[in-house]
């Protein structure tokens, strides 16, 4: 948490505890504490470049401390500890410097830190949140807590919500920092202004937002994005149906001079058959004539475009995802099984095929709190020219939570 983040939730907390002496030690008293442990083991094998293949076994460990709610005021504090496990640390994590350029990349560097830390005051219709906190919206497409890496995404933020009628939910949050998922060593000062509205119709969810982001340092740096999406189910015919559909428009200024103007577009449609849940979507994270590509830099990438992370970045030509979405219940687990087609959204001479990518995930439930899972990834490469590699992932872990 920043310096100024810090101050303001100090001054907070002691006009909280000035105006009501009883207020500290009755909220500290008869909260909650939990925990959630999470060992995994991960390989990444990548042909066509010069990075041995990488193998990590971390173990992430969250404790939190939630106090109880006086007179509508409450808060939270949880800390993280990331450490690699039996020696097994043959990886690379380039933006905290560990072992850089040497073994294929596994975003999971050590780190003790403050995962959250925030003070709360609500009422029936109102919310307000201050410090490091979680922000997720909708799919995590454009704002997410990155919940797959061990070293999850939170926020320094004011965060205020409201429910001025019946079915119609309010958000603003304005972040001075991003604490990003590679310790503290890549957290970036920045001055962004999230808006998020959700509004439940007779055809579905109805949201609109709009993701106001910026740079501290450095001019020129905005990046605004302005959406509408609807999502809903319908039973037809004795099927359960789904569909979403979204669209975004992005304009970027950039440090040297230069204005971009992108689009996003997403239509997924799903059903049930028995007892398989069937979804078949096409994304678009759109180009600027090859010259910039449609950037969700706040999201939880991994969900999207493939678990073996080759579009954490968009490629200038953008790109147009096409997707299977197959998953159901086995054996008391959940089973899912992914295909994806990646092409360029503005071809270019030598980049237009971006390769697929196959996913396949079983998690299980082998105790009360217990949860393993295993997952493996394919990505096989399209044009050379795109800069791709053949890629394999495969992890297994296992998580507990009390």
């Known amino acids: 948490m ?41 390989n990444v094998e990548q042909d066509d470049n010069a990075l041995k293949d990488a193998d990590a076994l971390t173990l992430s460990s969250r404790l939190s401390y939630t106090t109880r709610t006086v007179n509508g005021f409450s808060a939270l504090v949880e800390v993280k500890d990331i450490r690699t496990v039996a020696g097994v640390d043959s990886y690379s994590v380039g933006p905290s410097g560990f072992k850089p350029g040497r073994y294929s990349t596994i975003a999971d560097p050590e780190t003790t830190e403050v995962h959250q830390g925030y003070l709360q005051y609500g009422n029936d219709l109102f919310t307000a949140k ?103 189910s319908r039973e037809i015919n004795g099927l359960d149906m789904s569909y979403l559909l979204e669209y975004a428009d992005q304009e970027s200024d950039t440090s040297g001079g230069l204005d971009f103007d992108a689009d996003y577009y997403l239509v997924e449609g799903g059903v049930t058959l028995n007892r398989v849940n069937v979804r078949i979507g096409y994304e678009v994270l759109g180009s600027d004539d090859g010259d910039y590509g449609f950037a969700t830099p706040l999201a939880t990438l991994h969900a999207h475009n493939g678990w073996g992370d080759q579009f954490l970045g968009t490629p200038a030509e953008g ?39 196959l996913d396949l995930q079983f998690v299980y439930p082998v105790a009360e709190n217990y949860t393993l899972g295993i997952k493996y990834a394919r990505y096989s490469r399209g044009d050379i020219a795109a800069g791709k590699s053949d890629t394999d992932k495969f992890w297994v872990w296992l998580t507990a939570r009390f």
Do not use: C, K, M
């Not at 997720?136 to 454009?142: C, I, L, P, Q």
């Not at 205020?160 to 503290?184: C, K, V």
């Open 2 to 42: 920043n310096l100024a983040t810090f101050q303001t939730s100090l001054v907070l907390g002691l006009v909280l505890t000035a105006n009501s002496p009883a207020l500290l030690s009755q909220s500290l008293g008869g909260g909650t504490v939990s925990g959630v442990f999470n060992l995994r083991f991960e």
């Open 130 to 232: 201050l410090g490091r906190q979680l922000i997720t919206y909708d799919n995590h497409r454009f704002i997410g807590n990155v919940g797959w890496r061990q070293d999850q995404q939170t926020f320094d933020a004011v965060t205020l919500t409201a429910t001025p009628i019946e079915g119609l939910n309010l958000s603003y949050n304005y972040i001075d920092e991003r604490e990003r998922i590679f310790a503290e060593d890549a957290d970036i000062d920045s001055e962004d202004h999230l808006f998020h509205a959700v509004y439940d119709t007779p055809i579905g969810t109805l949201t609109g937002y709009a993701y106001l982001l910026e740079l501290q340092d450095g001019p020129d740096n905005s990046l605004d994005t302005y959406g509408l999406r609807l999502s809903g």
């Open 319 to 357: 790109l147009e995802d096409t997707y299977l979405n197959l998953s159901g219940q086995a054996f008391s687990g959940n089973w899912s099984v992914v295909y994806h087609e990646f092409d360029a959204d503005d071809d270019s001479p030598l980049v237009d095929d971006f390769g697929d990518e």
